[in-house]
């Protein structure tokens, strides 16, 4: 018995050098320990040696056993320990190495004309007020003297919400301009108002390379007394000036705005020719910038300002003509196109 558990046990050793997996080593497990395992039926087989004998050949089993499991123990760490340094190895990470940076977009160029815009106005004493995008058709419309038969109603084409209506039973529209904040704010604080209005706008248009049915406009007005349209000439200038970093000209032509009397269009001086006429310009040496006019005594009264006491003007204008012309960019669709290869020029 001896002599045949030193075998099993020598043979077990030599079967132990040569395992390399913790696979490998469970079947030696199963091999001497399973339940039909080498050394479990010499376990077994003490019952049949004569009395006497039992008790030594116990012992020597059991002592052979733990040591056997001793050695597969040890066996199972080290092979753990060495599966774990190959997978460290393997995932080894160079802290050393520079960051895979996120790509986290950025703002997009007419938000940062906004900001321009913003900047420039607020530090000429402006107030930034925003207006809802789905505004009722009062704002929209009768709110600035466009009463509903009116013609001017025309001008702009409007897409109505459906069934919807606000709290005075208005229909609600896509606002079609920002205009509609100037009787928002004047109902709001009354006289003296300095304020912009940047925001997006909606329009049911054919589309093509000038005409969006989404876009952005910057809504402006001055109230206080005495105001005259040289302080519009004059804020424009400045701004412009401002914005394209180089002294910038204006013009005023007549223009018709139901909101304005009188009303006109700003025109500034071509930044690409200085003047002299080039096809951005159409030769003209100016560009068509903006509408504006001395706010409508009906536009004061409707927000209860009294307009005999109060003057004021109002200017609106298209935030895409302004990065078109800035950058050069000749299709106003880009900008809502979602083209990365567009959006990341800026
Ligand atoms: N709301 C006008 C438009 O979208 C632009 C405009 C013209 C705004 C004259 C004004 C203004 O405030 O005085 O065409």
């Not at 009787?183 to 209005?197: C, D, F, H, V």
Request: glycine share 8%.
């Amino acid at each position: 018995m001896k002599q045949e558990l030193q075998k099993i046990l020598e043979q077990a050793k030599k079967d132990l050098k040569k395992v390399k997996t913790l696979d490998e080593l469970k079947d030696l497990d199963v091999k001497y320990l399973g339940r039909k395992g080498l050394l479990t039926e010499k376990l077994r087989s003490i019952k049949d040696l004569p009395n006497e004998e039992k008790k030594d050949a116990g012992q020597l089993l059991n002592q052979t056993k733990k040591s056997l499991e001793h050695d597969l123990e040890a066996r199972a760490k080290s092979l753990e320990k060495s599966v774990l340094e190959a997978q460290l190895s393997k995932e080894f990470f160079d802290t050393t190495l520079p960051g895979e940076t996120k790509k986290i977009g950025h703002i997009h160029v007419l938000a940062q004309i906004q900001e321009e815009v913003e900047k420039i106005f607020g530090q000429m004493g402006y107030a930034v007020m925003d207006g809802p995008e789905i505004d009722s058709e009062y704002y929209n419309f009768e709110g600035i003297n466009i009463p509903a038969d009116h013609p001017a109603r025309d001008m702009q084409d409007t897409f109505f919400i459906k069934d919807k209506h606000d709290p005075d039973h208005q229909r609600l529209v896509l606002r079609t301009h920002t205009s509609p904040v100037q009787a928002r704010t004047i109902e709001k604080y009354g006289a003296p108002l300095r304020i912009i209005s940047p925001g997006r706008v909606f329009r049911n248009e054919a589309l093509d390379a000038s005409h969006e049915h989404t876009f952005h406009q910057t809504e402006g007005m001055l109230i206080d007394k005495n105001i005259s349209l040289g302080h519009l000439k004059g804020t424009m200038i400045e701004f412009l000036s401002r914005l394209f970093n180089k002294d910038v000209e204006v013009r005023f032509r007549p223009g018709y705005f139901p909101f304005v009397e009188p009303g006109l269009e700003l025109d500034f001086s071509c930044l690409l020719c200085q003047g002299k006429g080039c096809r951005v310009c159409k030769h003209t040496g100016w560009v068509e910038f903006m509408g504006a006019g001395m706010t409508h005594p009906n536009v004061l009264e409707a927000g209860g300002i009294d307009s005999t006491e109060y003057t004021g003007w109002a200017f609106g204008f298209g935030m895409e003509r302004l990065a078109m012309m800035r950058y050069g960019i000749t299709d106003i669709r880009l900008f809502n196109s979602g083209d990365l290869r567009f959006i990341r020029q800026f």
